[in-house]
C-alpha cells in the first residue's frame, strides 16, 4: 500500500512539472521583442551580436544557436560567440524541446548581447535567450572564452 502512495505522488508531481517551460500548442516559436536600449559605439566600428551563456546549468544541454536562420555556434557554458552584422534587426534562436528566439537592433557599428541559459527540464532543460544592455553584458562577456568570430 505505501508503495502505491509512493507511486501515485510521483506521478503527480511529475505531471505538475511537465507543463514547465512548453511550447505553444500548434508548435510555433515564441519570439520575444527585445527591450528598446541604445547599444554602445565599439572600439572596433563592426556592427556585433554576441551570444553568450555564463551559467553551467544543464552542462550537457548545448543547443546550437541561429542567427536570421543561419548558424553561429552553440549556447556552451561559459562561451561567447561574437557574430559580425548588418546593421539592423536581427533574429537570434535557439532549439532544445522547443524553439525560443529574441529579435534584437543592432544599430550600425555598435555590439549588441544576448545572454543564452538553460532552465531545468523533466528530460532535457529548455533554452531561454535574452537581450541584455551592453553595460551588464560586456564585463561578464570579458571573462568567458570567446568562439571565433563569424
Known amino acids: 500500500m505505501n508503495y502505491l502512495i509512493k507511486t501515485g505522488l510521483t506521478g503527480l508531481g511529475l505531471l505538475a512539472l511537465a507543463g514547465c517551460d512548453t511550447p505553444a500548442a500548434t508548435g510555433a516559436a515564441r519570439v520575444t521583442p527585445a527591450p528598446q536600449t541604445q547599444a554602445p559605439q565599439n572600439a572596433t566600428g563592426e556592427t556585433r551580436l554576441v551570444i553568450y551563456r555564463t551559467s553551467y546549468m544543464g552542462l550537457a544541454v548545448q543547443p546550437k544557436i541561429f542567427v536570421d536562420g ?10 561567447a560567440t561574437t557574430v559580425n552584422v548588418s546593421p539592423g534587426t536581427h533574429r537570434v534562436s535557439a532549439t532544445t524541446l522547443g524553439e525560443k528566439a529574441v529579435e534584437v537592433s543592432v544599430p550600425k557599428g555598435s555590439t549588441a548581447y544576448v545572454r543564452c541559459s538553460i532552465s531545468a527540464g523533466i528530460v532535457i532543460g529548455g533554452v531561454k535567450l535574452v537581450v541584455v544592455p551592453a553595460s551588464e553584458a560586456a564585463p561578464k562577456v570579458a571573462k568567458l572564452q570567446a568562439s571565433a568570430v563569424q
Open 70 to 79: 543561419q548558424q553561429a555556434g552553440t549556447c556552451a557554458p561559459g562561451r
